[in-house]
Each structure stands twice: as C-alpha cells, then as structure tokens.
C-alpha cells in the first residue's frame, strides 16, 4: 500500500495523498526538518506516486514502481552534493545506500556541495521531453550545499518549469537557501519522529530486540538514521562509562573536573551527547521504579532491564531525588550542545547541578 514504507511522519504523508488525490501536486517541494527522519525515503515514494502505472496512489509491484525503489527509472533524477570529480565508484556507492536504505545514506565525502555543472547538466535533461511522457521528478538531496552559482542556476528552473517537472528539494537547513528559491517552493516540515515510531522500526526492520530497540529509541533524537547508526556502536560501553560518571558526581569537585578534562579529551561531542542521552534514559528509569516498584508489571516499563540491579542500588542509596528538574536540566544540556556550546562547560555546569539533587542517604545509627 501506499507509503506503507515510511516511518512515522503521518502528517507529511496525509499532506501528499491530499494533494496527489486531487492532482494539484506543486511543481516545487521543499521537505525541510532534521537528517534521518524520513525526507529521502518519502521523496522516493512520492515519486513511485507519480510514475505508478495504477489509480492507487501507488502500487509498489508495476514496473515503474520497481524501477523508482531501484533509482533506475529513466525520468527520476537524483543528485546529491559530490567533489568536483567524484569516482564512480563512491557515486554509485552512496546510490546503492540509497536504494538499500534511504534513512541511512552512505556520506563519504567531508564538505561535497552541489554545483553549476550539477545544474546546467540538470537543465539541460529537463529541457527536453521525458522519456516515457509522464513527466520528470528530480530529487536533490541537501539542497542547502548547492553553490550561490549553481542556486541561481535553479532558480531559472523554479520560474520557468518545463513540461511536468516535478523538483523536490531536501534540506536539513533550509535556512541556509535563497530566499527566492524557498519563495518557489511549496514547504513541507518534518518533525522528529517519535520514539515509539523508531522503536517499532528497529523491531519489525532490523530485528532488534525489545529492550534494546527501546534504548536506541530514546537515544535517537527522533532520527531513525541516528537510531541505525547505535546498532553499529558498542552501548553497552557507553551505559558503563555513563553509570561510572553519575558515581563521580557523588565525589569531590576535582574528581569531577579531572573526569570531565579526561572525557573531553578522549571523546567526541557524539560520544558525550549520547553519554548525556543515555543519562536521560537512566533517570527516566529511576523515576519509574521509585513510583511503580510495588506494581506487578513495573519491570516492562523499565528501558535499563538489563541493570535493574544496579538502578535498583543507585536510587536506594539516594534521597528522594526532584526527577521533573533533573530530567529538564538534562534535556536543557543537550540542546547546548546541539546548538554547539562550549563542550567542556557545559557539561561541568551539569555535572555540577546534578551532584545538588544527588545526596546520599544519611544513615542513622
């Protein structure tokens, strides 16, 4: 069935069926929103919608649907930001990632932008009729790495549309585009999926087990291609060296600086936000045992199951802890990060304000 593929995002989907149903679909798109949440995988559909031989929005079996998943259709074209002269054989990889996976794009080049030969190349296709007189969908992944040369470039494209030419814009930046370009373009925004969404993703697709599907959810962000990319990352190093730093909290202020000099050092701003996620995970399970431990069924509520001993100590050794305000200055931490505060501060001054919430247990004698 149609967009049967695509995780989450019901809301951009619907927006699509709307206006694929009533064949009023924009010469121009603009899927804008965070990386791995979905935009290449919904332009690929939508583009089996356009092409599908059959009345059902699209049908995934006819050949043209095929050939769309396959990126061998002869009117669908893809360009994403390369060098100047790419090998081929890193084109043709970053192309079989695509059509393996389009959440989990192959990037192998460090600062690869789309420029005016992309363009003119581009113009030059469009210029001329389809192959199989249905019209032309061209798909341009990370738009926002597009020259100022090659944007102007593409903007005689967005103000003189040739033939049915459907162009669809990919940018996890849309900021970053001309505003006559964004101007052109009808925009669709993609929200972070939710948790629950990946989750089942990692389930169903990748076969990951419960437990562990739930852990990478919640690590994820709401990008299911930052969720496949923890299946290839050792976690469970991660818990430890997270449990051991939430133990040094609990120490003297200069073990807590020595511990942050050595992980600034040792690690890399990924590393630390997916320390600080797991963090968040920890003490959302922390919350959960201390408020349903005497249900029957807390154990299925519990993300951490397979350290529920060590939660267990951690939180019995501990006064009643404010979980709402520790939980917001985690989330607050991670957001500074994100937007690429100083690293080594940042995570002092949380380190700092949980060692105020964490207090042993005074043991009377």
Same mark, same amino acid.
């Given at each position: 069935?149609?967009?049967?593929?695509?995780?989450?995002?019901?809301?951009?989907?619907?927006?699509?069926?709307?206006?694929?149903?009533?064949?009023?679909?924009?010469?121009?798109?603009?899927?804008?929103?965070?990386?791995?949440?979905?935009?290449?995988?919904?332009?690929?559909?939508?583009?089996?919608?356009?092409?599908?031989?059959?009345?059902?929005?699209?049908?995934?079996?006819?050949?043209?649907?095929?050939?769309?998943?396959?990126?061998?259709?002869?009117?669908?074209?893809?360009?994403?930001?390369?060098?100047?002269?790419?090998?081929?054989?890193?084109?043709?990889?970053?192309?079989?990632?695509?059509?393996?996976?389009?959440?989990?794009?192959?990037?192998?080049?460090?600062?690869?932008?789309?420029?005016?030969?992309?363009?003119?190349?581009?113009?030059?296709?469009?210029?001329?009729?389809?192959?199989?007189?249905?019209?032309?969908?061209?798909?341009?992944?990370?738009?926002?790495?597009?020259?100022?040369?090659?944007?102007?470039?593409?903007?005689?494209?967005?103000?003189?549309?040739?033939?049915?030419?459907?162009?669809?814009?990919?940018?996890?930046?849309?900021?970053?585009?001309?505003?006559?370009?964004?101007?052109?373009?009808?925009?669709?925004?993609?929200?972070?999926?939710?948790?629950?969404?990946?989750?089942?993703?990692?389930?169903?697709?990748?076969?990951?087990?419960?437990?562990?599907?739930?852990?990478?959810?919640?690590?994820?962000?709401?990008?299911?291609?930052?969720?496949?990319?923890?299946?290839?990352?050792?976690?469970?190093?991660?818990?430890?060296?997270?449990?051991?730093?939430?133990?040094?909290? @609990? !120490?003297?202020?200069?073990?807590?600086?020595? /511990? $942050?000099?050595? #992980?600034?050092?040792? %690690?890399?701003?990924? =590393?630390? &936000?997916?320390?600080?996620? @797991? !963090?968040?995970?920890?003490?959302?399970?922390? /919350? $959960?045992?201390? #408020?349903?431990?005497? %249900?029957?069924?807390? =154990?299925? &509520?519990?993300?951490?199951?397979?350290?529920?001993?060590?939660?267990?100590?951690?939180?019995?050794?501990?006064?009643?802890?404010?979980?709402?305000?520790?939980?917001? &200055?985690?989330?607050?931490?991670?957001?500074?990060?994100?937007?690429?505060?100083?690293?080594?501060?940042?995570?002092?001054?949380?380190?700092?304000?949980?060692?105020?919430?964490?207090?042993?247990?005074?043991?009377?004698?």
């Amino acid at each position: 069935m149609s967009f049967d593929n695509i995780v989450g995002q019901k809301r951009v989907v619907s927006i699509l069926k709307r206006a694929l149903t009533s064949q009023r679909m924009p010469h121009a798109l603009l899927f804008h929103g965070p990386e791995g949440v979905g935009k290449e995988a919904v332009a690929i559909e939508l583009a089996k919608a356009l092409f599908c031989q059959n009345d059902v929005i699209y049908c995934n079996n006819c050949s043209d649907c095929k050939r769309v998943r396959q990126l061998t259709h002869p009117d669908l074209i893809v360009l994403f930001p390369a060098p100047k002269t790419p090998k081929n054989e890193e084109v043709q990889s970053i192309r079989e990632s695509i059509i393996k996976n389009p959440y989990y794009r192959t990037q192998l080049w460090a600062n690869p932008l789309i420029l005016i030969d992309m363009i003119r190349n581009l113009k030059r296709t469009v210029s001329m009729a389809s192959y199989e007189n249905k019209g032309r969908v061209v798909i341009m992944i990370d738009a926002h790495r597009i020259t100022t040369e090659a944007a102007n470039s593409l903007l005689k494209i967005l103000e003189e549309p040739l033939g049915r030419l459907t162009l669809v814009l990919i940018s996890s930046q849309a900021n970053s585009l001309l505003p006559t370009i964004v101007s052109r373009c009808q925009k669709i925004r993609f929200d972070p999926l939710n948790w629950q969404d990946i989750e089942t993703a990692l389930v169903e697709r990748e076969n990951v087990s419960p437990g562990q599907a739930k852990i990478f959810a919640r690590m994820s962000f709401g990008s299911y291609r930052r969720a496949l990319e923890l299946l290839d990352e050792d976690v469970d190093e991660k818990q430890n060296l997270m449990i051991d730093m939430l133990r040094k909290v @609990l !120490m003297p202020d200069l073990d807590i600086l020595l /511990m $942050v000099e050595k #992980l600034v050092s040792q %690690q890399d701003k990924k =590393t630390i &936000k997916d320390l600080i996620a @797991l !963090m968040l995970v920890w003490f959302r399970d922390a /919350m $959960v045992l201390e #408020l349903l431990q005497d %249900q029957k069924d807390y =154990t299925e &509520k519990i993300i951490n199951i397979d350290r529920l001993e060590i939660l267990k100590k951690f939180t019995s050794g501990l006064e009643s802890l404010e979980y709402h305000q520790i939980i917001s &200055k985690i989330e607050h931490t991670i957001e500074l990060i994100d937007r690429n505060v100083y690293l080594h501060l940042t995570l002092l001054q949380l380190l700092f304000e949980l060692k105020k919430f964490l207090r042993r247990k005074t043991i009377v004698r």
